[in-house]
């Protein structure tokens, strides 16, 4: 992937190319991208002068950062324990039938992201799904297509 430097140091400049303002870098670098190109990562590691093992470690180890592109749509279906118990597994298993992908990947056509939260408190909601920000709340497996024609 072509990673454009000029923006990349815009948002390293605003930070004053900190080594300790790495995390808020990769949110800003990942608000870019929507996810982490490994060229970004590299640009950044030797902008701040840190070890790239150190900021690949950085990027694998918090959730909310992917190393994968995300889809235009993501979904992201509740597992926590209010709605797992209401069922979110069987939603679940029908989104990645009507996907044809697993959980925690993208369609080929880079559409739609699937993935699983714990929790997104509105569990009184429950089975919750979140597509990009909106929520759907009691959420059933027959409900699933409906919101995909939707969205
Ligand atoms: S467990 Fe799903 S919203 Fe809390």
Redesign the pocket.
């Known amino acids: 992937m072509t990673i454009d430097e000029s923006r990349l140091d815009s948002i390293i400049d605003e930070y004053n190319a900190e080594q300790g303002s790495l995390i808020s870098i990769l949110q800003d670098v990942q608000a870019e991208y929507k996810y982490l190109p490994r060229e970004a990562l590299e640009y950044v590691a030797g902008r701040l002068d840190i070890p790239r093992v150190q900021v690949f470690g950085v990027a694998t180890f918090f959730k909310a950062f992917s190393l994968k592109p995300k889809g235009r749509r993501q979904i992201h279906v509740?597992?926590?324990?209010?709605?797992?118990v209401r069922g979110?597994k069987k939603v679940l298993e029908e989104f990645e039938r009507k996907l044809g992908i697993e959980a925690g990947s993208t369609t080929k056509d880079g559409e739609y992201t699937l993935e699983t939260?714990?929790?997104?408190?509105?569990?009184a909601?429950?089975?919750?799904v979140m597509n990009n920000e909106k929520y759907h709340g009691q959420m059933t497996p027959i409900k699933v297509e409906d919101l995909l024609k939707k969205v």
Do not use: F, I
């Open positions: 509740c597992m926590g324990t209010a709605c797992h979110s939260v714990n929790c997104v408190g509105a569990c909601l429950g089975p919750v």
